[in-house]
């Protein structure tokens, strides 16, 4: 079944310490965003790519980066993870249908669980 | 921005009851009106959504419904089940905008 795969589902890292979570797709789909959802919270939106171009949200923090090597995978790397940024991280996806694009049902995985000693 | 607001955040019905959780939202912009299912420890699945073309949608059990002069929309579930257990979250969008999402409703299908 195509789908979203995120890996891994549970991550532990240290206060400080780099930590990279992926997302890799079957659907073929053009637009791919990384979501931060904290406990009893809707997702929060850091930023999405459509195709290769990269947005970020206005809030995002600059500790958060992405990367979109090709159309099926992304990552997401928080450089220096604080106490603060534990969470369920979330990838979702959304088919390229032109100039509303954003107007498309999105495909979320199954989430990493970041937890930060 | 859009704002969305939903209600209730706590909602217990027995077990082949309705249910019934609706949203309200602030930009007379937004034309795509997302539900996602939220089970404990996965990701939220689409279960139904509405455009601003259409004043109500239907899926089995699953309901949709929009006012778009009111600016609200509705998710409703019949004949409840124990695995319709989930927090559920309204959402709303246009063009290209981020989705915005209400605050989430968490169900419980009491037996």
């Known amino acids: 079944d195509a789908m979203v795969i995120q890996n891994p589902r549970y991550q532990v890292t240290q206060f400080g310490k780099p930590v990279t979570l992926s997302c890799s797709q079957t659907l073929n789909h053009n637009v791919m965003y990384w979501y931060q959802q904290k406990s009893s919270q809707a997702p929060k939106l850091l930023f999405h790519?459509?195709?290769?171009?990269?947005?970020n949200e206005a809030d995002t923090p600059d500790n958060f980066q992405s990367r979109r090597p090709n159309t099926s995978f992304c990552f997401l790397d928080i450089r220096s993870p604080g106490l603060g940024d534990a969470a369920m991280y979330l990838c979702?996806?959304?088919?390229?249908?032109?100039?509303?694009?954003?107007?498309?049902?999105?495909?979320f995985g199954d989430g990493t669980r970041l937890s930060i000693l | 921005g859009e704002n969305v607001e939903q209600h209730p955040s706590t909602l217990s019905v027995q077990e082949g009851d309705s249910a019934v959780i609706k949203c309200t939202y602030s930009?007379?912009?937004?034309?795509?009106f997302p539900w996602y299912k939220q089970e404990l420890g996965k990701g939220p699945q689409l279960i139904i959504d509405?455009?601003?073309?259409?004043g109500e949608k239907k899926d089995q059990r699953i309901a949709v419904t929009l006012n778009k002069t009111a600016k609200h929309f509705s998710l409703h579930i019949t004949e409840t089940q124990p695995e319709d257990s989930a927090v559920y979250f309204c959402?709303?969008?246009?063009?290209?905008?981020?989705?915005?999402f209400g605050t989430g409703t968490r169900l419980t299908i009491i037996p």
């Open positions: 509405i455009r601003s073309n259409v």
């Open positions: 930009d007379s912009a937004s034309n795509y």
């Open positions: 959402a709303a969008t246009y063009g290209n905008e981020k989705l915005t």
């Open positions: 979702a996806t959304s088919i390229d249908s032109g100039p509303n694009w954003g107007n498309q049902p999105q495909h």
């Open positions: 790519y459509y195709d290769k171009d990269f947005n």
